[in-house]
């Protein structure tokens, strides 16, 4: 008797006797239902680990290392269930860091940290790193678009969202009345990385504002103008890609390779106020 062993889905099995139809039906379930073993707990779309601590990426521990070439390099794997269009989607989020940081996000081979891109119930992340097999997950039905795949790796480098802003209470109201109950622990403020940069209507982390909403009114109000447009942002903003650039201290090794911008808007991008310019030359 021939016996075949087979990791299913994460899972270990001596299996007797399998022919290759059933193989070709295992990995067609693993395809499809990757996501459906022990998926997080989720706070909105932040994966949160019951086993440790919730508290947002505040410290060295949960950054991605930097390489001695002064590139980020973050390891990544894609589950094979997503379409050809749905990848050029998915690889265009994940190429538009390289062009305005030092983060590079490319294909693991054999590193124990890496995110794992799947197609699981929802939109979410795991906010920085966690350690050895993070998933990021963008559901094919509805998290197919660049900015919420720029969202959710933002989530993954330590970002969260802009309206827990320690500062937020003076750029907008939060609407209390108008909140879905069991929803109102996604507006409390923790202590965000903001890198010295001011509250960003624009930001791709800033949420719409009837998110949430119980009866459609808004959850959220710009102050001190309530008029002002936010959360409908298709990309990145300036600011996203300035704390993204300060908080990775991607200035430290300047090159040309991000020729879009000056030398002036390198030091505006990754310095903070107050910093020596001269250090940042002798870097360049």
Known sequence: MSHFFLEVCG????????????????????SELVCNFDEPELI????????????????????????SDGKVHVPYVIANHFSS??????????????????????????????????SCNGCYSFVGR???????SLDRNGCIYHHTVQHELLHALGFNHEQTRS???NHILVVWENIIDNMKHNFNKIATLNQETPYDYNSVMQYHKTAFSKNGLPTMVPIPNSNVAFGQATQMSQND????????????????????????????????SG???????QNK
């Not at 994966?47 to 947002?56: F, L, S, T």
């Not at 910093?275 to 030359?281: F, R, T």
């Open 167 to 169: 500062d937020r209470d």
């Open 44 to 67: 909105d779309d932040i994966a949160v680990d019951p086993k440790r601590n919730a508290d947002p990426c505040t410290s060295q521990g949960c950054m991605w290392p930097k390489s």
């Open 275 to 281: 910093q020596d310019l001269q250090v940042a030359k």
């Open 85 to 118: 269009r749905e990848l050029q989607v998915i690889q265009r989020g994940l190429v538009s860091f390289s062009s305005v940081a030092c983060i590079h996000f490319r294909r693991r081979s054999n590193e124990r940290d890496y995110i794992s891109i799947e």
């Open 11 to 30: 899972k270990s099995a001596c299996l007797p006797n399998v022919s290759n139809l059933f193989m070709t039906y295992i990995y067609q379930f693993c």
């Open 241 to 272: 890609i300035t704390r993204l650039n300060r908080l990775y201290k991607c200035c430290e090794h300047l090159t040309t390779n991000y020729t879009i911008y000056s030398f002036q808007q390198y030091y505006n991008l990754c310095y903070i």
């Open 130 to 136: 966690r350690g050895y097999a993070q998933t990021v």
